[in-house]
């Protein structure tokens, strides 16, 4: 089974960058960033193909974000500028085995990191 570890994550002020790392271990087709934030529902954040020939992101990022891979080193990115409160979550990196049919919906992924915390402060 594939293993995912998630690093990057901090405590950060409004308007700082960060970029997360997601290190796989095993194959990966799809990979992707989801958040929970407290008492809320997970939600999609972005994801990638994999060799970039689709990507998606959250509407409501409004270009904030990127997603990016690097296959050489099997190891996911999200980059991450002028974060807001509202990003305040723990960050998971997932992964697909193959194409999924749906590369925004969380059911899709059967490989999980154990997350990073991003805590945005004002």
């Known amino acids: 089974q594939v293993q995912l570890v998630e690093s990057g994550g901090a405590l950060v002020q409004a308007g700082d960058s960060l970029r997360l790392s997601c290190a796989a271990s095993?194959?990966?087709?799809?990979m992707g960033w989801f958040r929970q934030a407290p008492g809320k529902e997970r939600e999609f954040v972005a994801a990638?193909?994999?060799?970039?020939?689709?990507?998606y992101y959250a509407d409501s990022l409004n270009r904030r974000f990127t997603i990016s891979r690097d296959n050489a080193k099997n190891t996911a990115y999200l980059q991450m500028n002028n974060l807001k409160l509202e990003d305040t979550a723990v960050y998971y990196c997932?992964?697909?085995?193959?194409?999924?049919?749906?590369?925004?919906?969380?059911?899709?992924?059967?490989?999980w990191g154990q997350g990073t915390q991003v805590t945005v402060s004002s």
């Open positions: 095993g194959r990966t087709y799809a």
């Open positions: 990638m193909s994999r060799f970039g020939g689709n990507l």
């Open positions: 997932a992964a697909t085995y193959t194409p999924p049919s749906n590369y925004t919906d969380s059911k899709k992924y059967t490989n």
